[in-house]
């Protein structure tokens, strides 16, 4: 019977991974890759020797027919991407919900999100939470924010180097200097950081330094209302 499984990926320490993700990855038979390089050097490390192919955000749609074909055909597929778990911010979702429609069974194994260890590292509260992902460049983008404001759990965005600063002055504008919220980058890795204070002295503090890594930005909800 086909399968497609879901597999997370280290998102910075290679040990970060689970015995069961390595052994679908070496059993499939082939694997879905965001980009086909970074992960090679992952399957080389591993000695994972399955064949790679490329599905990433500028073919995903012109690849679901013949994958959902191939994957009815075939007795399993694993789909990663270049860090974490597969349709969290990065491509994933069309084929799982393709495959969910052609009766494919689908699978997803838990593992490495860089979102949990931020939210956890915050000390914000964390019982209830959003996940906001990425904010849109420009169309919409006040929009999101206005309504960000209102949350009133905690909330969690990604962001990447080149808008960190223009995405904590934005929010320090549409929800308050002074609401508290964390900043962690390079998680799992060796320059490991999380940063906590206002939204204000967060912006302050990025702006006098050098900016690296991937960002989770997590936000403490809206407590006046």
Avoid: W
């Avoid at 200097?177 to 962690?184: I, L, N, P, T, W």
């Avoid at 320059?191 to 204070?197: D, L, V």
């Amino acid at each position: 019977m086909p399968k497609l499984y879901i597999v997370p990926t280290p998102i910075g320490n290679l040990e970060d991974v689970t015995f069961r993700a390595l052994r679908i990855l070496k059993e499939a038979d082939y694997v879905l890759a965001e980009d086909t390089r970074t992960s090679r050097k992952f399957f080389n490390h591993y000695e994972i020797s399955t064949p790679l192919r490329a599905y990433h955000m500028h073919n995903e749609h012109a690849k679901l027919p013949a994958l959902i074909e191939q994957l009815q055909n075939a007795e399993s597929v694993a789909l990663i991407s270049d860090a974490g778990t597969p349709a969290i911010s990065d491509p994933g979702f069309l084929l799982v919900r393709e495959a969910i429609k052609h009766d494919i069974d689908v699978e997803c194994l838990p593992g490495a999100t860089a979102f949990v260890p931020a939210l956890v590292n915050s000390g914000l509260p964390n019982e209830r939470f959003f996940f906001e992902g990425f904010l849109p460049h420009k169309k919409g983008r006040q929009a999101r924010l206005k309504r960000m404001a209102e949350h009133e759990h905690s909330f969690i965005l990604y962001e990447s180097p080149h808008r960190i600063i223009k995405t904590l002055n934005q929010l320090a504008e549409f929800l308050g200097e002074d609401r508290q919220a964390s900043v962690s980058r390079e998680i799992s890795k060796m320059f490991e950081e999380t940063k906590r204070g206002t939204l204000m002295e967060l912006a302050e503090y990025f702006e006098s330094g050098k900016i690296r890594g991937e960002f989770v930005i997590v936000v403490a909800g809206n407590t006046d209302k």
